[in-house]
């Protein structure tokens, strides 16, 4: 229906907000708000102490530049990996496959980078406005 992608861009952005406040509630809590717990809490996991900076910086960072729509395919792509291997490294391993509560929420972000990653930040967003308009070709839009 034609009526829903004329609501595309505005549910990008607000894909984009979304994954954005989560992402840098979640870095900043580690850079930030509870450092120490942070580093305890991946050396517990069996990850060395300095991923605690890695996975801080690429959450704070990659959700400003979320929000932003910068970059996002690249950045969205980042995180969706970050995400994979919460799963794969923290989640699943915890209460196996079926445990469903213990892995939703990185599930969920997971599959919602992912989508950026394959649709890109939409028309309200930098990216929209520099790199994927740079081509001098007008973008069709995906028949649904």
């Not at 229906?1 to 840098?24: C, K, Q, T």
């Not at 580093?39 to 102490?49: C, T, Y």
């Not at 990185?106 to 081509?135: I, K, M, N, Y």
Request: proline share 6%; aromatic share 12%; with cysteine.
């Amino acid at each position: 229906m034609r009526i829903f992608d004329l609501l595309r861009p505005l549910a990008l952005l607000s894909l984009r907000v979304a994954l954005g406040v989560i992402f840098f509630y979640s870095g900043y809590r580690k850079l930030f708000g509870a450092p120490a717990s942070a580093l305890a809490e991946f050396r517990h996991l069996g990850f060395p102490s300095y991923f605690v900076y890695i996975a801080g910086t690429l959450e704070l960072f990659g959700a400003i530049l979320l929000v932003l729509g910068l970059l996002t395919r690249w950045t969205a792509f980042l995180l969706a990996i970050e995400m994979v291997i919460v799963l794969a490294k923290v989640s699943i391993p915890q209460g196996g496959i079926y445990a469903v509560p213990n892995y939703q929420l990185p599930l969920a972000l997971c599959a919602a980078a992912f989508t950026l990653v394959g649709t890109g930040a939409g028309l309200l967003s930098v990216d929209a406005a520099t790199f994927e308009r740079s081509s001098g070709k007008p973008r069709k839009p995906a028949k649904s």
